[in-house]
């Protein structure tokens, strides 16, 4: 069963606009950690950002933002004022083991247009 | 500091032969893990090491897959008697200790013919 589900399969905005990619995630465990990564064309995962299933609290890193939410089980991720260079696909992953193996949604392939 | 590597970054052989794919974790890291990702299959965990040890070979597709990691660092994944469809980019991470967050390399692109 999938436990990481990333609903958006493409997204297409014009550059400056916002961008929000939906994450929504399924586990009984309640310790858990849950990420963002990021393929540029180049190919390689970049690491965004790091939820603690026990910090709830949403911060705000330069134009990255996002929306942790346990009720409804949803961890979203906003780009504010996109840019050309934030054109990649957007994994959202899940860790419930203690050794952290990641379980990755199917990503959603952002495309920021001039 | 450096990044994980991995070698080769490209790989074409031929159905029937066996690979070796080389994965260098970031330096002090003791957690290595690998992925594969393909097209039908979207990224999937493979194999997980602590130290030399591999507690978790749960994703390992079949008895043809195997990996090794000698003097808690460098890892090889080895693919014998390749298929077609074992075609796919597989990239290996590493973490500092777990559950922290894991680096990726750019991964080593597998095509077999």
């Known amino acids: 069963a999938q436990k990481v589900t990333q609903a958006q399969t493409e997204i297409s905005v014009v550059e400056k606009e916002d961008v929000t990619l939906d994450c929504v995630y399924e586990?009984?465990?309640?310790?858990?950690?849950l990420f963002w990564y990021k393929q540029p064309p180049s190919g390689e995962l970049v690491f965004l950002i790091r939820?603690?299933?026990?910090?709830?609290q949403n911060e705000i890193s330069g134009r990255y933002s996002w929306n942790f939410q346990k009720s409804t089980s949803s961890f979203n991720f906003t780009i504010t004022a996109s840019q050309v260079v934030d054109s990649a696909v957007y994994f959202c992953?899940?860790?419930?083991?203690?050794?952290?193996?990641?379980?990755f949604g199917a990503g959603t392939q952002v495309v920021v247009t001039p | 500091g450096a990044g994980v590597s991995q070698s080769p970054s490209n790989k074409v052989t031929e159905k029937g032969k066996d690979v070796e794919l080389r994965c260098d974790p970031i330096s002090g890291h003791t957690a290595l893990y690998w992925y594969r990702q393909s097209l039908g299959q979207g990224l999937e965990f493979l194999i997980y090491?602590?130290?030399?040890?591999?507690?978790?070979k749960s994703g390992l597709p079949s008895d043809r897959f195997s990996a090794e990691r000698t003097g808690g660092s460098v890892s090889t994944l080895t693919i014998q008697r390749t298929q077609q469809e074992d075609s796919a980019v597989y990239l290996c991470?590493?973490?500092?200790?777990?559950?922290?967050?894991?680096?990726f390399g750019p991964g080593t692109r597998l095509l077999v013919l």
């Open positions: 991470a590493s973490s500092s200790r777990t559950p922290e967050t894991q680096y």
């Open positions: 939820r603690n299933s026990f910090d709830e």
């Open positions: 992953a899940l860790s419930e083991a203690d050794w952290g193996k990641l379980q």
């Open positions: 090491f602590q130290g030399n040890s591999a507690p978790d």
């Open positions: 586990t009984r465990d309640t310790t858990y950690y």
